[in-house]
């Protein structure tokens, strides 16, 4: 299919219908569904989709994610060459909206139609000529689940919470998933370091902005790479894998709510002499094994930091912002 005809595909884009995908269930503390199958509905319609489109003997790699809105309301986020991270061209993205009607969804641009059901999107003519699928994914990070090397400092592993004092840890069901809820602040404090940390946003499909999976990872206490649910969003310095107030991520590689997602950090304090700094904090940020930060400079503490800057060492703090944000897997090293 030829770029531009793949580019006007995703232009003319409509959702007229929604259907229940496919894909694995989630832990219903989790969820905030409500319990009702709507909302169960909208849980497992949420996510990425991939493929190829044919048209004149030719194809082309697209990717769409598909983001629940609450109250059976839909966006969906269209990407020449394939998902965010995953071969999209960096062109401009292509968006619509639509509403939950029945058990199929259906997208309408001009002679071809998509319909999603069971996981995957099925694209026609106008002849009913199939011109390719796009498979619902589940995309994993290369680092979840990375274990710390020899000399890592382990802050969580779901044994306790002892290296946050008064933070809290949540287990699912079956017990055997323990979660650190935020607040929490460590009781060790570090100069530079390298920050490995896994977290997962909530499903709170009726929430907007700031107020949906809200929190953040404040290195030394200072500056904060920010967490949000902003799947499918422009990617903003105040959204998933920002530098709050800061820097805006290259590329915005937030997964869907619940799914688990992983930061690396590469952290490099501040530099002071006779107690003024003279050397701004720097600090590279892989989000989901992509590199969203490198080397950025941090001329401040960033919006909301509890502990102004300064040449002292400071401890990791998970920000609670209201959300029902969970961490788990949390290790450092050191820099000499």
């Keep these: ?17 929604v259907s229940a995908a496919g894909g694995e269930g989630a832990e219903p ?52 060459g394939g998902l965010p991270g995953d071969g999209w061209d960096g062109g401009e993205k292509r968006e619509a909206d639509g509403d939950l009607q029945g058990d199929e969804v259906r997208f309408e641009a001009g002679d071809s139609t998509a319909i999603v059901k069971d996981g995957v999107i099925t694209v026609t003519d106008a002849a009913g000529g199939k011109l390719g699928e796009l498979k619902k994914v589940e995309r994993k990070s290369e680092t979840l689940g990375a274990k710390p090397p020899a000399g890592g400092v382990v802050l969580f592993d779901g044994t ?19 979660l650190l809820i935020p ?13 490995h940390v896994e977290f997962r946003t909530p499903f709170e499909p009726k929430a907007r902005g700031q107020g949906r999976g809200n929190s953040g990872v404040y290195l030394q206490g200072r ?49 002071f002499a006779e107690g003024k700094k003279v050397k701004n904090a720097r ?9 969203v930060q490198e080397n950025v400079e941090i001329p401040r503490a960033t919006t909301a930091a509890p ?17 029902a944000v969970r961490y788990r897997n949390i290790w450092l090293v050191e820099k000499k």
């Design 223 to 271: 500056y904060e790479v920010q967490v949000l649910d902003s799947f499918g969003l422009e990617g903003k310095d105040n959204e998933c894998g920002g530098i709050y107030s800061v820097s805006a991520p290259r590329v915005n590689m937030c997964y869907p709510p619940l799914a688990w997602q992983t930061y690396d950090i590469d952290y490099t304090p501040a530099e």
């Design 183 to 195: 607040a929490a602040t460590s009781k060790q404090k570090f100069q530079g370091c390298t920050l």
């Design 1 to 17: 299919m030829r770029i531009g005809m793949l580019r006007a595909f995703l232009a003319g884009l409509m959702v007229v219908a």
């Design 160 to 178: 306790n919470a002892d290296a946050f004092p008064g933070a809290k840890v949540s287990e699912d069901k079956s017990g055997t998933d323990k």
């Design 29 to 80: 503390e989790a969820a905030k569904s409500g319990g009702d199958a709507k909302s169960d509905r909208e849980l497992a319609l949420q996510g990425e989709y991939s493929g190829e489109l044919k048209m004149d003997d030719r194809s082309g790699k697209v990717g769409v994610q598909v983001i629940a809105l609450g109250e059976g309301k839909f966006h969906a986020v269209g990407t020449v």
């Design 307 to 323: 502990v102004g800057e300064g040449e002292a060492p400071g401890p990791l703090y998970l920000q609670d912002h209201g959300n």
């Design 283 to 291: 600090m590279t940020v892989r989000h989901n094994g992509v590199v």
